[in-house]
């Protein structure tokens, strides 16, 4: 059975079914960098942005049966995107950095007496560092990108904690996209793969993952709409070789997640706002629930 909590990429919320030990919140966040063109190259500047979510999900098991443990949480991503008047092997370079914070409620039922109750955790998960993100223009509209993140493990962690939002191990995060972006139409594939080293702490290894996050939206009137969705799988499994995690010494079962949903977003100027909502419609081993999303970034020429 796995936990919760939050961190990021691109730009965020929540999810479990996230090849992580109990207690411990994932590392990219499965539909985080939905309702975009990732491949396409960005214009010169520097760009602020924040996407906040919240979140209601119930924690599946692996049968995908309720646990009856539930999950609220807000978070807040802060994200800071440097690009450059230049290009390397002829592709445009960004590099950005990302903060989560995240602010949970957990009503924990049915489960131990003793872990019985409500737990308000507030945090800074992980912070991103993507120094490599590549896109090359390959004509007719389309567009692949190519990068390498690193998540630092300075968030919040405690032993002992039954939520933590950060852990101190440190994760690999290879990344690529493809995008149509012509005539109003915007379609964009992007895939994560997440690499965990082992937690020095207690021993315990979470298993890499698998993210795909997709997006179709067409322009009407200045608006862009369409519906959304992402994919995420553990591909390899969890292994405990300290057996001091939160919840006694058990490994979780490798998790799976599934969800659709739709994005409107529109530009005022320099700024731009996208609102989403999603909903899983499978889980296993993970949150099934609905997550709200409301995103605004500044470009600064």
């Given at each position: 059975?796995?936990q919760?909590?939050?961190?990021?990429?691109g730009?965020?919320?929540?999810?479990t079914?996230?090849?992580?030990?109990?207690?411990?919140?994932?590392?990219?966040?499965?539909?985080?960098?939905?309702?975009?063109?990732?491949?396409?190259?960005?214009?010169?500047?520097?760009?602020?942005?924040?996407?906040?979510?919240?979140a209601?999900?119930?924690?599946?098991?692996?049968?995908?049966?309720?646990?009856?443990?539930?999950?609220?949480?807000?978070?807040?991503?802060?994200?800071?995107?440097?690009?450059?008047?230049?290009?390397?092997?002829?592709?445009?370079?960004?590099?950005?950095?990302?903060?989560p914070?995240?602010?949970?409620?957990?009503?924990?039922?049915?489960?131990p007496?003793?872990?019985?109750?409500?737990?308000?955790?507030?945090?800074?998960?992980?912070?991103?560092?993507?120094?490599?993100?590549?896109?090359?223009?390959?004509?007719?509209?389309?567009?692949?990108?190519?990068?390498?993140?690193v998540?630092?493990?300075?968030?919040?962690?405690?032993?002992?904690?039954?939520?933590?939002?950060?852990?101190?191990?440190?994760t690999?995060?290879?990344?690529?996209?493809?995008?149509?972006?012509?005539?109003?139409?915007?379609?964009?594939?992007?895939?994560?793969?997440?690499?965990?080293?082992?937690?020095?702490?207690?021993?315990?290894?979470?298993?890499?993952?698998?993210?795909?996050?997709?997006?179709?939206m067409?322009?009407?009137?200045?608006?862009?709409?369409?519906?959304?969705?992402?994919?995420?799988?553990?591909?390899?499994?969890?292994?405990?070789?300290?057996?001091?995690?939160?919840?006694?010494?058990?490994?979780?079962?490798?998790?799976?997640q599934?969800?659709?949903?739709?994005?409107?977003s529109?530009?005022?100027?320099?700024?731009?706002?996208?609102?989403?909502?999603?909903?899983?419609v499978?889980?296993?081993?993970?949150?099934?629930?609905?997550?709200?999303?409301?995103?605004?970034?500044?470009?600064?020429?």
């Amino acid at each position: 059975m796995r936990q919760f909590a939050l961190a990021v990429a691109g730009l965020a919320a929540i999810s479990t079914a996230s090849a992580r030990e109990p207690g411990v919140g994932p590392t990219f966040v499965p539909g985080l960098t939905l309702g975009q063109a990732n491949a396409v190259p960005l214009s010169p500047g520097i760009r602020l942005a924040s996407r906040s979510t919240y979140a209601d999900s119930n924690l599946l098991e692996n049968d995908s049966k309720a646990t009856g443990m539930r999950f609220t949480a807000v978070s807040e991503i802060l994200l800071a995107t440097w690009v450059p008047d230049t290009t390397i092997l002829g592709a445009g370079y960004k590099a950005f950095v990302v903060a989560p914070f995240v602010s949970t409620l957990t009503r924990e039922a049915p489960v131990p007496a003793a872990q019985r109750g409500t737990t308000t955790q507030f945090g800074g998960g992980n912070p991103k560092l993507q120094l490599l993100d590549l896109s090359w223009t390959l004509g007719e509209g389309f567009y692949d990108s190519s990068g390498f993140g690193v998540y630092f493990p300075i968030g919040q962690w405690a032993l002992n904690a039954p939520v933590n939002i950060g852990a101190p191990f440190w994760t690999f995060e290879p990344n690529g996209a493809l995008s149509y972006f012509k005539d109003g139409w915007t379609a964009s594939l992007q895939a994560v793969y997440d690499i965990n080293t082992i937690n020095p702490v207690n021993q315990y290894y979470s298993g890499d993952q698998v993210v795909l996050n997709a997006t179709f939206m067409k322009m009407f009137s200045g608006i862009n709409i369409g519906p959304v969705g992402y994919w995420l799988k553990q591909v390899n499994s969890d292994a405990n070789y300290g057996g001091r995690t939160v919840y006694g010494g058990t490994t979780a079962l490798p998790g799976e997640q599934l969800a659709v949903g739709g994005t409107a977003s529109t530009q005022f100027g320099n700024l731009s706002v996208q609102l989403m909502v999603t909903q899983d419609v499978y889980a296993q081993n993970g949150l099934y629930g609905t997550k709200g999303w409301l995103t605004f970034s500044y470009h600064f020429h």
